[in-house]
């Protein structure tokens, strides 16, 4: 990807979504900054993965509009809508007897079809992804003999091969030990400061503290507050949102205060 990305825009405006007629996102209204980090943190089941589905247009809305390049995301056609954005599911499946080039090749379907040869022009972009998230090694290799870690960065991988200036991932450090954690999500911040714009949904609070530029904090369905992370992100929001007492570290590398839970509000 060059320096100089196209700026983007994505938004929405008064959007609900849920499940069989259960609102879960009620009447929320958000502006991702655009070549900025977005984390989106909150209590189990506050909608954090519904909120990143509508965005990636993986859920339809029940009710409001989402917006992306002044555009509502129902007016894109599937290829051109993935040629934009692109989405990485909590812990995808790895389908059986699958190479690792073979995998990340899917992420060539908004450009080569889901039935064409791949062009010079796919392979490239597909080795260039496997470099940028240094499983080049394990191109050949069976994907479902990879470890955690490396199966991550093989998922992030088919993200980048696709192209897009847009990455939604949602959890992408779920069910990974504390190593590969830090791992995945110095890789986010390096894709980040090569021009992508990356909405990542959250568990850990001073992960979202200590990666991302921009924080959308969500309780039940609706956000309890957002904006920048340095100046939002805090022991009285943390409270209000997750009903927990924390203490604020400073960040020796980063500068930045980093929550630490140590009690349930009573």
């Known amino acids: 990807m060059s320096s100089n990305v196209t700026k983007h825009s994505l938004s929405c405006a008064s959007m609900s979504a849920g499940y069989g007629g259960e609102l879960i996102v009620k009447d929320v209204s958000l ?17 954090k993965s519904t909120l990143l589905k509508v965005l990636g247009r ?35 499946v ?17 450009y080569a079809g889901a039935f064409a040869s791949l062009s010079g022009a ?15 090694d394990y191109l050949d290799a069976d994907a479902m003999a990879l470890s955690g870690g490396q199966r991550q960065r093989m998922w992030i991988a088919m993200t980048l091969a696709q192209e897009t200036d847009i990455m939604l991932l949602d959890e992408p450090t779920t069910f990974l030990d504390p190593a590969h ?15 992508r714009t990356i909405v990542m949904v959250v568990h850990d609070m001073a992960h979202a ?23 939002t992100l805090d022991s009285d929001l943390i409270r209000r949102a ?18 630490i839970a140590y009690g349930i509000q009573k």
């Open 181 to 195: 954690q830090v791992a995945i999500l110095d890789l986010v911040q390096e894709l980040n400061r090569r021009g």
């Open 94 to 110: 790895v389908p059986e007897g699958m190479t690792v080039r073979e995998l990340i090749a899917f992420g060539r379907y908004p």
């Open 58 to 92: 993986q859920l339809r809305p029940a009710a409001g509009r989402v917006v992306l390049d002044g555009r509502e995301t129902s007016s894109f056609g599937a290829r051109e809508f993935a040629r934009r954005l692109s989405f990485l599911p909590q812990q995808p």
């Open 31 to 47: 502006e991702i900054p655009d070549g900025k980090i977005t984390a989106l943190i909150g209590p189990n089941g506050s909608g």
């Open 122 to 136: 796919d392979m490239e972009a597909i080795e260039t992804a496997a470099r940028q998230t240094s499983i080049e």
């Open 242 to 259: 997750f009903g927990i007492s924390t203490l604020m570290v400073r960040d020796p590398e980063t500068g930045r205060n980093l929550p």
């Open 209 to 231: 503290a200590k990666y991302s530029d921009h924080v959308v904090v969500l309780r039940d369905g609706e956000i309890v507050e957002q904006g920048s992370t340095a100046a």
